[in-house]
Structure formats: C-alpha cells, structure tokens
C-alpha cells in the first residue's frame, strides 16, 4: 500500500545521553521497536531506515525487532546520515534509495513509541483520496512547547510550518502542531529536496519547510488534523520517557489483575508490556518481570525477585530475592530464596533450587534437589539427584569450559568439589569434602582429596 520510512539517525541532544535516541528502553523494548510495529501496520513493500549515531546497534535492534515480528517487508534498507543536520538532511541521506521506490512513502519519527499503524492508514487513504503531493499529520496541543506550528490561510488550507524556536509570538500562540508524520509522493519529493535550504536559526534542514517547497512548485499540499495528541506526541526528554513509562507499567499490571492475576501492590511492581501471566498466580511487592518472560498459571513469585525472558510452567514457587535470567522452571518446581539462574539453566519438574544456589547453562532433572550454597555450572544432572551444600562444579580450567554430568538417583555430599569433564555415574554416592577428579561409576562411593572410588555404594 506504501513504503515506510523511519528516521532513526538522532541522538536526542534533549535527553542528555549518550545512546541513540530509538535505543532508549520503554516498558522493556528500545523506542525504535514501537516504531516499527506501526511501520508493519500499513504491510510496506519496502522499509528504509535512516541511521546515523550508533547505526550498528541501531540496525541490530531493527533486525532483531523484525525477526521476532509477525510481518516483515519484502525489504529492509538502511540509510546513512553521516553528519546529522535536521530531519530534512535525513531524508536526503537516503534520496538514492528512494529514487528506486514507487511510493507513496510515509515517514515516520522513531521515537513516537504510541503512534498506531491503523493511524498510517488512515494518512495513506486520505493521502491517495485527495490526490496530494504530500500529506502532513497533525494534531492540537494545550502546550505546544518544542513543536514546530501549522499555519493555515483564513479558508483552512497549509500555508507554512514554522519551527519553533523561528517563530514569532503570533505563531507560537497557534496550538495545532507538525508531529513529524508524513505521507509523500516521491518524485515530488526528490524534487523539492534539491531546494531545501539550512536558513534558520538551527543551521538544520526541516523536513517541515518540504512541504512549502512543494507548494511554491505547483504541489499539492493535504492536512490531516488528528484528535489524539498523546498517541501522535514523540519522546523528547528522560521525564517524558519515565511518565509514558509509568503509564504503560499501570495499564499493563491493569490487564494482568483484569484477567485473574492477583498482584498484592501495583505501586511497586513492574513488569513489561510483552510479559505473559497465568490465571491465580500470586505477584508480591517488588517484582521486576522483564523482558519476554512468561509465567504459568498457580504460581508465587516472591518479593524483590528480579525476572528476565524467564519461562516458567504452571504450579512454580519462586521465594523471595531471586534472580532468574534466559531459564526455564518446569511445573511444581521451587526456587529460593536468593537464588539465581541464568544462561539457560532449565529446571525439572518437581525440582528444588534453595538458597545461595547459582545455576548456569546447566539442565536440572526432575525432583533433584539442590538446597543451599552450590554452584552448578556448565551440568546436567538427572533425575531424584541430592546435592549437599557447599557442592561445585568447577568447570573452568583457565582456559575452556567443561561439563559435569551427574545421573539419575546420585547423592552428592557436602563440599564437594567436582572437578570437570567428569561423570557421576547412576545411584553413586560421594563423601562429604570429596574433590572429584576422574569419573565415578554407578553404585559406587568416592571419598577424600582427591576421591578414591568404592563399588558398590548401596
């Protein structure tokens, strides 16, 4: 229906920081991805994205963002604003990509994180309808503060957009705004681009004098107010950041309690927009879910527990003061307090992770039990296996990573130290302080430093 550009180059000199403007996170996804699933509303045949200030992390976040959307353009092409001089330089920056497309093309700021792709849509139809070289989305703002103002003639129809800091006072009385949207016909476009100018008190090329360039060469020029200001309205400073974030944060938790999760105090809880929640768990104070976390139905997360891209199945107790990180916890498992599972770790069905347990890039079989003050990295470990308290793997010899395997039915006894590759073999039993250095096999008793092995540990 229409191609798409996003104008991702900007550092944001409002939001004092370092990091690309669109990288900025809200409610646990970068500015830009929001961006995007408005641009894969309106299904565009070709996606441009305008680059500049960290453009390899911003085209990461792009590629990523798209892989895990459900549409995706036939193509993807970057632009490079090399020296970043105003939104209308940005789109020069890409004029060679443009002269390939059809069009017409809406552009879109990518830092507009509530702007709707339905929107667009309406912008390309009346756009088409009116038959305009170029279409300008615009709404009405108590404070029009930071926003470039539409002024219109007496009979309604465009006569400029004035930014503001070259306003006069008449002009920035006027409340109706320019929100960087736009739908243009491309050759119309390029044309008027090769007559914009820097001549304002920015020393910037505005995308918004475009469309009076147009004008002055016979173009046609269409307005279309928009009634929301919130939806269309672009993140400009860190406390505009932090109160749509908030007010993201208490929709979502609305949702959640509207569809049967019980969380005990929302004031305190946070959780991302793409999290998922089953019916009768149990949220405490001070929860922090990010991510793509999902949670089954009939479980407790614990107070100052901290969830990311975490998985966890029905009937799970996560106690308090835990960290869980990239894992997946399977049906009535437990974990905690203080423990903290990252890369990968898996834990089975019915298992116990207790206090001060680290478990990392290592799977857990079912009913095993691992109580207090162990590491397991780097592990598998079967099913109805007992680790004692102060057990490590130490699976890291300075140079490569190795694997522990412990199978079915062992029990590790306390400060063990299992000094990896090694294997534990099926029902055998290790002595409290035993540093395991060559494997040990089934039914059978390792003790001392190092551990000597004896058949027939039953």
Not at 143 to 154: K, W
Not at 287 to 292: A, C, F, S, T, Y
Not at 308 to 331: G, M, P, Q
């Amino acid at each position: 229906m229409a191609d798409v550009m996003i104008l991702a180059a900007g550092l944001g000199t409002r939001m004092k920081s370092r990091r690309a403007k669109v990288l900025h996170e809200l409610a646990g996804k970068p500015l830009i991805a929001y961006a995007l699933r408005a641009a894969l509303g309106v299904s565009p045949q070709t996606l441009v994205v305008v680059v500049g200030h960290q453009s390899e992390d911003v085209e990461k976040a792009v590629r990523y963002e798209l892989a895990r959307s459900n549409s995706h353009p036939t193509e993807l092409l970057f632009a490079m604003q090399t020296e970043r001089h105003g939104t209308g330089h940005a789109v020069m920056a890409a004029a060679e990509s443009l002269a390939a497309l059809a069009g017409p093309l809406v552009v879109i700021a990518g830092d507009g994180p509530l702007l709707k792709g339905e929107t667009l849509l309406s912008l390309i139809e009346n756009h088409k309808r009116n038959h305009n070289d170029v279409t300008m989305l615009t709404t009405r703002m108590e404070d029009p503060a930071g926003y470039g103002r539409i002024v219109r003639s007496p009979a309604g129809q465009f006569v400029r957009s004035v930014e503001e800091r070259d306003a006069n006072p008449e002009e920035r009385s006027i409340k109706e705004v320019a929100v960087s949207i736009y739908c243009f016909e491309i050759p119309p476009l390029l044309k008027a681009l090769e007559s914009l100018s820097d001549n304002n008190a920015q020393r910037e090329y505005y995308l918004t004098d475009v469309p009076v360039i147009m004008l002055e060469q016979g173009g046609r020029v269409g307005l279309l107010a928009h009634s929301d200001a919130g939806e269309v309205a672009g993140i400009n400073t860190r406390v505009e950041l932090a109160a749509l974030e908030k007010k993201m944060r208490e929709k979502k938790l609305n949702e959640l309690m509207l569809a049967g999760v019980t969380i005990i105090d929302p004031a305190s809880t946070y959780i991302d927009a793409e999290v998922e929640v089953g019916q009768d768990t149990v949220i405490s104070p001070q929860v922090l879910i990010e991510g793509d976390s999902k949670i089954g139905r009939d479980c407790a997360i614990g107070s100052w527990t901290r969830l990311k891209n975490a998985v966890i199945d029905d009937e799970v107790i996560v106690k308090n003061s835990c960290v869980i990180e990239d894992s997946i916890i399977h049906r009535g498992a437990s974990v905690g307090p203080f423990a903290r599972l990252r890369n990968n770790a898996e834990i089975g069905e019915g298992s116990a992770i207790g206090n001060f347990v680290e478990v990392k890039k290592s799977k857990i079989g079912r009913q095993t039990k691992a109580s207090h003050l162990t590491y397991l990295g780097d592990a598998t470990l079967g099913d109805r296996v007992n680790i004692g308290a102060g057990t490590v793997t130490c699976n890291y010899d300075g140079v490569r990573k190795h694997e522990t395997i412990i199978e079915d039915d062992v029990k590790i006894g306390s400060d063990t130290m299992l000094i990896a590759p090694v294997r534990v073999g099926r029902g055998a039993v290790t002595g409290a302080g035993a540093v395991v250095t060559r494997d040990v096999p089934p039914d059978s008793l390792a003790v001392g430093v190092p551990a000597a092995v004896r058949k027939n540990a039953k």
